[in-house]
C-alpha cells in the first residue's frame, strides 16, 4: 500500500514565478491538507480539501490556492513567489482522525 | 495561537528515558504526537482525544490532561532511532478535520 506521495521532490523558482505542487493521498483517504515548514519550525496549516472543495484555510494568502481531483488527489498553487515562501510543503491525507504525512516538496525562491 | 513545546532540546543516552510536554493556551480536543528525522516527512505516532486518555506504542506512549490542556510523550529506555525532532498537533475544536496547529518541536539526540 503506496503512503502518501508528493511530487516534485525538489524545486527552484525564481521571485514572481508561478509553481504547482502535486499530491496523492495514502489509499481509501478521502481528506488532504497542505501544510508550510520553514526551516526549523513546525508545519503550518495552510488548507485542507475535502470532497473537492476547501474545507478550512490557515492564515495564508490568496497567492495560495488548491484543488482536489475526484480521485482525491490534490495540488498546491502559489503565485507570484516571494523569498519567503522557500519551505519544505507537506501534504498529509487522512480519513478519520489520523493524519499520514508525504515527503514533501523542497520549494527553494530566489 | 501554536502550543508550547518543552524543553526545546534534549540530549540522551541510550536506554535513558525522556519526557516532551506540549501545552496549549486554548482548550483542546486532541494532540497528535510526530516524529521527523532530518530531511524527511513527520511520522506519525499517536493521536489522543479529549477525555484524558493515555496511550502507549511499544516503547512511546502519552497522555492528555484536558483541564490543564497539557500533553506529554513519555519515551522509555530510549534507543538510536528516537533521535529526530518531536512535533505536537492540537486541534482547538471538535470535528475540525484534522486542522493541525504544531509546537515548535523538540529536538532529541539519542548517542550511544
Known amino acids: 500500500d503506496a503512503g502518501v506521495t508528493q511530487s516534485p521532490t525538489h524545486l527552484i523558482k525564481t521571485r514572481g514565478q508561478q509553481v504547482t505542487l502535486r499530491c496523492s493521498p495514502k489509499?481509501?483517504?478521502?481528506?488532504v491538507s497542505w501544510y508550510q515548514q520553514a526551516l526549523g519550525q513546525g508545519p503550518q496549516f495552510i488548507f485542507q480539501y475535502y470532497e473537492e472543495e476547501e474545507r478550512q484555510r490557515g492564515n495564508f494568502p490568496d497567492r495560495f490556492s488548491g484543488h482536489q481531483f475526484p480521485n482525491y488527489s490534490s495540488e498546491l498553487n502559489v503565485n507570484a513567489l516571494l523569498l519567503g515562501d522557500s519551505a519544505l510543503y507537506l501534504c498529509?491525507?487522512?480519513?478519520?482522525?489520523?493524519?499520514?504525512f508525504g515527503p514533501g516538496t523542497r520549494l527553494t525562491v530566489l | 495561537q501554536q502550543p508550547v513545546q518543552s524543553p526545546q532540546a534534549v540530549i540522551l543516552r541510550e536506554g535513558e528515558d525522556a519526557v516532551i510536554n506540549c501545552s496549549s493556551s486554548k482548550a483542546l480536543y486532541s494532540v497528535h504526537w510526530y516524529r521527523q528525522k532530518h530531511g524527511e516527512a513527520p511520522v506519525f505516532l499517536m493521536i489522543?482525544?479529549?477525555?484524558?486518555e493515555q496511550k502507549g506504542h511499544e516503547k512511546i506512549s502519552a497522555s492528555f490532561n484536558e483541564k490543564k490542556q497539557q500533553s506529554s510523550l513519555y519515551l522509555t529506555a530510549s534507543q538510536l532511532s528516537y533521535s529526530g525532532t518531536y512535533f505536537c498537533?492540537?486541534?482547538?475544536?471538535?470535528?475540525?478535520?484534522?486542522?493541525?496547529?504544531f509546537g515548535g518541536g523538540t529536538r532529541l539526540m539519542v548517542k550511544p
Open positions: 498537533g492540537t486541534e482547538t475544536r471538535w470535528n475540525a478535520g484534522n486542522m493541525l496547529t
Open positions: 498529509a491525507s487522512s480519513l478519520e482522525n489520523e493524519q499520514f
Open positions: 489522543l482525544l479529549k477525555g484524558g
Open positions: 489509499s481509501g483517504h478521502d481528506t
